[in-house]
């Protein structure tokens, strides 16, 4: 699998893991009691998370909010055919000398 792939694929799998962290401790306040399932409106804040909450679900956010840009980049460079050759020059670039790169002596 191209790392092309292999990033977009963990991307998807890091925004996933995110939602599941943050809903599973909602899931466990409602299931427990401590808060009904309506206590976390889209706008305005009744109910205060915890800081590490908060940073996960604003997080999973922005994931969602870059994956179909990262998502599209990768899939025009599939159809393009031009994977391996943006993974290779990101790997020549980082760890050639940039004179042997070139040519130079």
Known sequence: ???ALQMLLGFV???LLLVTFYVGYRVMLVLSLKVAANAWPRAGVQHE???I???AQHAHMNCVE???VVGGIVCVAC???KLELRSGSVYLNRF???DK???AG
Do not use: K, S, V, Y
Request: with cysteine; net charge negative.
């Open 1 to 3: 699998m191209a790392p």
């Open 13 to 15: 799998l890091l925004t």
């Open 49 to 51: 998370d915890p800081a």
């Open 53 to 55: 909450i908060t940073r």
């Open 66 to 68: 870059n994956l179909p």
């Open 79 to 81: 159809a393009m055919d």
């Open 96 to 98: 050639t000398p940039i």
């Open 101 to 103: 790169c070139h040519g």
